[in-house]
């Protein structure tokens, strides 16, 4: 037996004594063994297409898996007709190459063979990258999981675009791949631009790999699409290898940064400076300081006039607040991206500026922080949302659904006392926004309500409706909330809480934003040296999200005139919560569907109490 055989076995009976050591299969996967293919009922073909050997994974039938490994390398002994035949093939690959066709079966963007198993092992041993191959896919039978949802999301991409080596698993980002070139999921994209975005996609990996090593379809697919949204499509045209490398470097963190908050870290409050002695305490030695002559000059970038907006009047009065607060070490300005032409001129326009630490306060505005950042990395930018896992910018916001909770307890409290002779058991509520954190916010407000009154009712009311007084007394409604800070509404109406007295609804207590509290600490941490402090301690480079809530003060509620009996009692729900003995989304959460949500999914998932009433 030849010397190529001989090697080929010895890569399998590697492969077989890794599986074995990590306790996995040492044979190639069988795609009818998969308990959802069996469920499957449609297949499509796809014709002939020249596929990527590391996309298959395994075989579509029993048959002979025990005779490759898992990587495809051939198992059986070296005086075996399969060796001869291997060897034979083998031959004729170096020759002539791989003529026919293998025949192949996809399920999830992974690939099994039915037809060439032989083919496909000398192909990868001779470092083949693609094999021509007749593709048949089994369509998935549709339920609620994320991966199914964002394969159907696939089916729709491939059908206008031919393109199967771009996969995602979290719904939403074929869209966004979509949007970001100018074009949806539903018509058949232009030709060249199909042939551009290969061609991108191909640069891309081929750069990348060499530079990080990536290899994995799926990291290389959300790292692709994060770099279009920090270097668009069209500068592919221009940009030589050493140029996307180059850029590559600069946003490494990003492109790497998998989807989801596994690798987000949530501080609680902003990090105080460390009593510890010797090594990390030199560290604070080299950072810059700031005086009265040299302040440390921080904008804040706002997408509206606080004039015209109850999100950005609150954040503005926390920049006014930091103002008032800082020894005149501290220099803040205002941009305003509705006057300088858009987020990302405001944005230079701080750099250019000299501004050292940036706030953006619209969640809208990610992106755009994002590619400042990417190119301005002696800048510290920050942006208020929650949950982005980008490195290169810190996150931002308040747990205002912890006052949304409290607010929920006073308002049915009130209810009970002050309107005995209602019937009706419903209170109004107002959405401004569809935002995860609305959500969040009105569930939280409507489980606080039931831990008083469990028969009432949260009659929802979207921004567009009808919400005015006589629009809810026709319903016996006396109290609603009209709490949302959405940064996506235009409203200047006084947040709170609003009881009818006498035919008219008045407010009687609200819950707040603090926003000069929490920009403080964050400024103060970037003076006291500690703004860095995880990274020096861990030495990795991860996204940092703050969230603060009513234990920092940052979030709080206001309740005017309310009695002695009803604020011990508020004040006894948001000590517990303070302290961390109670969460709104601790224990049973039941949805307006029956369906019982478990506590880690309460922040996650697009669920409604199940005393909501109306869309949200």
Partial sequence: MRDEYKAAKRKADKAVREAIRDGVSPYPPVMDSIEEVKLAKSKRSLGLLELPISRIKGNKEEGRSTAFANNFMPLLEENTEFAIKWQQLYDSYKNEGIRDAVKVYEYMHQFYVQEGNKRVSVS???????????????????????????????????????????????????????????????????????????????????????????????????????????????????????????????????????????????????????????????????????????????????????????????????????????????????????ILGGTAKALEKAVEDGNEVVFAVSPDMTMDVLRAAVTHHEVKFLNCAIGQNNPSIRCYQGKIYEASFLMGIYCANTYLLDYPESRSHKIGYISRDDSATERANLNAFAIGVSLIDPDCKIVVRKESEDHDGASWLNEDIRIYADIEYSSRTSSMERPGVYREIEGKFVQFGTSYYNWGKYYLQIVNSVLNGTWNISEMIDRKSHATNYWFGLATGVVDIRTPGTSYQTEKMLQFFKNAVTAGHMDPFSGEIRTRGGEVIKEDKAMSTSWLNENIDGEF
């Fill in 124 to 338: 990868r041993f001779g470092g083949t990258d693609y094999i021509l191959a007749d593709v048949t896919r089994v369509i998935p039978v549709k339920n609620d999981s994320p991966e199914v949802i964002a394969y159907y999301e696939y089916m729709e991409f491939y059908k206008v675009t031919k393109i199967f080596q771009i996969v995602f698993t979290e719904p939403g980002l074929y869209t966004k791949l979509a949007e970001l070139v100018g074009q949806d999921l539903n018509e058949t994209w232009p030709e060249d631009l199909v042939k551009d975005l290969k061609s991108a996609y191909y640069r891309f990996e081929r750069v990348i790999g060499k530079e990080l090593n990536v290899t994995n379809e799926y990291i290389l697919s959300n790292a692709f699409l994060m770099y279009l949204c920090i270097f668009p499509l069209k500068t592919f045209d221009k940009d030589t290898d050493a140029q996307i490398l180059k850029n590559i470097r600069l946003a490494r963190y990003e492109l790497l940064a998998e989807s989801g908050m596994d690798d987000v870290e949530f501080l609680a409050e902003a990090p105080q400076e460390i009593k510890q002695s010797g090594g990390i305490m030199s560290i604070f030695s080299r950072e810059k300081k700031y005086t009265n002559d040299k302040p440390l000059k921080v904008a804040f970038v706002y997408d509206s006039d606080p004039d015209s907006s109850r999100w950005t009047d609150s954040h503005e009065a926390g920049r006014l607040y930091v103002d008032a607060m800082n020894e005149g070490n501290i220099v803040t300005s205002p941009y305003f991206a509705n």
